[in-house]
């Protein structure tokens, strides 16, 4: 069994950055694709970003260039650089990563931003 847990979340003000990290754990195997996705209070969970096993990487449009998906399959850790932070960013950013048939996802972890 795959496990997923987040990191990095915090309370920030406009326009600061954060690095957000998703480390796997248990029987992993050979991940494919990961990604990041977000919800906010009241609102459907949606996607932020994806990295292929490739490296090849695809944003939201919101993100306008403001964030970085990376992996490391060394350690199994997907991260998230995110730069410029608007108060619109503030939700629960959650990890998720496919493994063969398999999709797991992570717990969340909280990005605030508000002066």
């Known amino acids: 069994q795959v496990q997923l847990v987040e990191s990095g979340g915090d309370l920030v003000q406009p326009g600061r950055s954060l690095w957000l990290s998703c480390a796997a754990s248990?029987?992993?195997?050979?991940?494919?694709?990961m990604s990041w996705y977000r919800q906010a209070p009241g609102k459907q969970r949606e996607f932020v970003a994806l990295?292929?096993?490739?490296?090849?990487?695809y944003y939201a449009p919101f993100v306008k260039g403001r964030f970085t998906i990376r992996r490391d399959d060394g350690r199994n850790i997907v991260s998230l650089q995110m730069e410029r932070l608007e108060p619109q960013d503030t939700a629960v950013y959650f990890c998720?990563?496919?493994?063969?048939?398999?999709?797991?996802w992570g717990q969340g972890t909280q990005v605030t931003v508000s002066s």
């Open positions: 998720k990563v496919q493994i063969g048939d398999s999709v797991v």
């Open positions: 990295i292929t096993p490739g490296r090849s990487q």
């Open positions: 248990g029987n992993i195997g050979s991940i494919d694709d």
